[in-house]
């Protein structure tokens, strides 16, 4: 599985993204779904999980309430809407992908950067 993330950019803080992760292969249903985020000199950090199915989603801590995580399986993609934007949530994003019953992850995409400005 090769996994292409966009979407990034530069928001004001209060404002919104989209991040997308596009997926190639065909057993993208496979697989459920994360995004990660890492900002400079900060270890990564775990942002949303999605199933395979769309039916369970995880968000982390810092992120609740903001950031939805969604994947139409017809397009072979993750989406991650990021809303009301704060200059902590500036970093790289990265999308992966962990093979149902798998307990790590093994494809990760190249990561978009998101600039929060204040």
């Known amino acids: 599985v090769q996994l292409q993330a966009?979407?990034?950019g530069l928001v004001q803080a209060g404002g919104y993204?989209?991040?997308?992760?596009a997926a190639s292969g065909r057993?993208?249903?496979s697989y459920n779904m994360g995004w990660f985020r890492q900002a400079?000199?900060?270890e990564r950090?775990?942002?949303?999980?999605?199933?395979?199915s769309g039916g369970s989603t995880y968000y982390g801590d810092s992120v609740k309430g903001r950031f939805t995580i969604s994947r139409d399986n017809a397009k072979n993609t993750v989406y991650l809407q990021m809303n009301s934007l704060?200059?902590?949530d500036t970093a790289v994003y990265y999308c992966a992908a962990q093979l149902v019953g798998a307990e790590v992850y093994e494809y990760w995409g190249q990561g978009t950067q998101v600039t929060v400005s204040s």
């Open 86 to 88: 704060k200059p902590e």
């Open 27 to 29: 057993t993208f249903r």
């Open 40 to 42: 400079p000199g900060r």
């Open 6 to 8: 966009s979407g990034g």
């Open 45 to 52: 950090e775990f942002v949303a999980f999605i199933s395979w």
């Open 17 to 21: 993204l989209r991040l997308s992760c």
